[in-house]
């Protein structure tokens, strides 16, 4: 099955060489669980699942960005390394076919984090020039380390700042969470001796009573989750519920959140923003603006290219820049990436590495360019 003309493929392969990008196969058939406990919910659900003879759940592949990462881990190859990769992925869709072509770049192990940042944009850019000659291009910049230093700066604690991180990027989850934390405390649902336990922050005492009531209901304390643990995560629940964000603060995050300017002035206007709020984030808006100059080096035309502080992606693995190009005026991304420096070691790798790439949806670009026959 073709889905693109060999002409792309070509330049796209010639855009690797230039870039110096090593291009590697990928085994089509994939160890699922890497997927399914990574990946987000949407794609979760689209992957095409199978079984080995041996009853290891394996899948179609589904995209590139973890098996790249594996492939790297199971190497023990050297850092810096730049992957590229063009062929089939497979995800089960309601419109359109379940058998389409990506090709992107990995950039592993760059320790010059705002260079490899602004060097991958800069390369997905490239690609979309060469395959799409002429089209105008839209760029839009998030950033998740920004958004986590405002969190942190606000004063909430830890696991508000990761339940906040994890719902950067899918606005209604993350109205909801907002919701909540502006809501009146209550503790309703909580019946007694727990609530008093739970509000006196007995941690022993409400050990001991679930470790009862477990063996009163035949279950033993020492499978599945233990009393302890059941215990500590009450109490944390609790914790969370108690926290309230102030009306100052929310106005803060709101005001935040609505920042979309033109890139060349997103620096000046995070800072402006810092001041403003009486927030402390000098070392992230520090790493924004060296990621600012190090793009400006690549010659990308700045009224094509936007910061929008509210434009994210709910995966745990993205610690700061997430971008995506699209066509002017069109409705779909072409290209999606992002830094994800948490990835490598949630697959395993001894220690953490560095990493940001992207991926180019070759069905998107195919569309657009039967536009022009």
Sequence with gaps: MTLRPPAIAADILELFAERKAEPIDIAILQPA??????????????????????????????????????GHIASHAGTPRRYAYLGEVFRQRRDGPSEFFQTGIEDLGERDVAAADARSVADAH?????????????????????????????????????????????????AAALDQLT?????????????????????PGLSLFIEDEMREAGLSPSAG???????????EKSELASVRLSETAL????????????????????????????????????????R????????LRSAEIRYDAAFGRP???????????AAEGGERPLVGGGRYDRLLTLLGAPKPIPAVG??????????????RR
């Design 358 to 371: 992207f991926s180019v949806w070759l069905d998107r670009v195919e569309e657009l360019r039967g536009e």
């Design 183 to 203: 809501a009146p405390a209550g503790n309703g649902m909580l019946e007694e001796p727990v609530a008093s336990l739970v509000a006196a922050a007995d941690l």
């Design 251 to 290: 106005e803060a995050l709101k005001t935040f959140l609505a920042i979309n300017v033109p890139f060349d002035r997103a620096a000046e206007t995070l800072a402006e923003f810092a001041r403003g709020s009486k927030l402390s984030m000098s070392a992230a808006l520090a790493r924004f603006a060296e």
């Design 315 to 325: 995966l745990d693995y993205y610690t700061g820049l997430v971008f995506e190009i």
């Design 292 to 299: 600012a100059e190090a793009l400006a080096t690549h010659g």
């Design 126 to 174: 490239a690609l979309l020039e060469k395959v799409l000659p002429g089209r105008k291009l839209a760029v839009t910049l998030g950033d998740q380390g920004v958004f986590e230093a405002v969190l942190a700066a606000l004063g909430l604690p830890r696991g508000w700042r990761m339940r906040l991180a994890r719902a950067f990027g899918a606005p209604d989850i993350l």
């Design 33 to 70: 669980d890497p997927f399914l406990d990574m990946a987000g919910e949407d794609l979760r659900r689209r992957i095409f699942l199978t079984e080995s003879e041996t009853g290891k759940s394996l899948c179609l592949r589904p995209e590139f960005t973890i098996p790249v990462c594996l």
């Design 225 to 235: 989750r233990k009393p302890d643990d059941i215990a500590r995560r009450l109490l």
